[in-house]
């Protein structure tokens, strides 16, 4: 089974990935070092702006207990800081919403991030 990492991306008009919302108990939320609003900068090194999402979710996704690596930009402080999570196993309705979403374009995503205000 594929295993992630407890959050939910959405892609902004700017075409970077941010973090809508992480799953309760799930390695994102327990580390301490995700928060809803942060934008993804990259992962295990690798830049994830103007990623297809099937590409994102090849990187974010794979082994239980292998880890990973997010570089993050705190949307309060701006300041960079890198995450070091360990996957685990994931609602795979999760994935499947999340790639539905996807297949709306950008605009949906755009549409979305101008809705979310400075909350």
């Known amino acids: 089974a594929q295993c992630g990492l407890g959050v ?11 973090v809508k919302r992480m799953e309760k108990g799930g390695p994102s939320e327990r580390s301490n070092q995700v928060k809803a609003g942060d934008t993804l900068l ?24 292998s880890h990973v690596t997010l570089t993050l930009l705190d949307a309060q402080t701006l300041r960079v800081h890198k995450a070091k ?6 609602d795979a309705r999760v994935l499947e919403d999340n790639e539905r979403k ?16 400075g909350g």
């Open 8 to 18: 939910t991306l959405k892609l902004n008009a700017e075409g970077e990935y941010y």
């Open 42 to 65: 990259a992962v295990d090194g690798q830049v994830t702006k103007g990623l297809p999402y099937t590409e994102l979710a090849k990187l974010v996704l794979g082994e239980e207990g």
């Open 85 to 90: 999570l360990e996957r685990f196993p994931i």
């Open 102 to 117: 996807a297949v709306g374009g950008a605009a949906a995503g755009a549409a979305g991030a101008a809705g979310r205000g």
